[in-house]
């Protein structure tokens, strides 16, 4: 394998952060506000407990077939014909994916920057810019990673310090007001928070291209870490700042957020604009790794030596299914239903069956 091609374990670390904090993040506080109040934040800490466990199986798969990519060494476990319906849901699910992520970062786009520009010309331009980097190697994903999350940190690191000083923190409590009653609640926002922690995943493929896979788990449970610190954060921050019951009226409590903070001395007048900026770029590298996922998968299904042609042929179907949603509400529950079926499936039920007959195999 070329060594252009290859990655190192910061690299990794970076892709899982930039594919997980996505347009979800922005709507994270919300749903979880209305799930469990001001105890929230305990959904978003079991969701990074519960990820780990799968993370590790996914870890122990890629290390029995070195080298290899997941959805193609799947085949060797159970069968080239099975494997590739486990393909099929795979594609839906990241299709799904990406036209939900592309159309809630249209509306987000259109409701506070560019307000007059149709939702239609935001998504194709979003899908065709992607485009590029999901044609490249892995390794121009991985670098762009690190590029990435260097700028968004920054930006980001800055806000939260602004920030700061006009929280009333008064509004977080009062804290652990949950009983035994409200588990099935904590079970319903795992649902929705699994979906915020999608892109850990990419272990499954990033493995194969790895300089030291020895060491891509603790790097892995490392960036698991950081996505839960900064949804606690986010979560916190909107706490603070608006309060309970605004909190559960507001879809994207963050945005709001925004515009409310202004720099010392006022030498940027609109803040909200220079995070806007980090965010694009944060759902830039959300949408180009898993459209690059997707030309994988489609590789695998059609037997083929490279993924690259398959990415432009996917712009236009989800560019078709992200309109189907008549409003953000049937959005968001519609990738409600897809998280807990197919995301269900493709992130924790499939990775652990092929690691569990996989293992039998090899011990027989």
Known sequence: ??????????????LILTIAIGVGVLSLPNVLANILGNDGWIIIIVGGLVTLPFLYIMYKLNK???GEVYFEYGKKIVGTTLFDV??????IFYIFMLAFEVRVFAEVIKAFLLDRTPTEVIIITMLLVSSYIARKD???IGRMAIILIFIVGTIMFIFTILALPTMDYTNIFPLFRIGLGDIKNILKGLGYISFSYVGFEIILI??????????SLRYSIKSIFYITIIYLITFFISLAQLGIYDTKRQVWPMLSIMREIELPGFFIENLDALVMSAWVLVVFGTIGPIMYISGIILKS??????HDFFILPLIPIVY?????????SQVYSQIDTMSKILGTFTLFICPTMLYIIARLRKDG
């Not at 299904?301 to 490279?306: A, L, M």
């Open 138 to 140: 892995f390794g121009a």
């Open 301 to 306: 299904i059609f037997n083929t030596k490279r």
């Open 206 to 215: 990033a493995m194969a291209y790895i300089e030291k896979p020895k060491d």
């Open 64 to 66: 029995m077939f070195p």
């Open 320 to 328: 078709i299914i992200s309109l189907i949603p008549q409003n953000l």
């Open 1 to 14: 394998m070329e060594r252009k091609n290859r990655i190192s374990n910061g690299q990794l670390e970076a």
């Open 86 to 91: 486990f393909n099929i849901l795979y594609i």
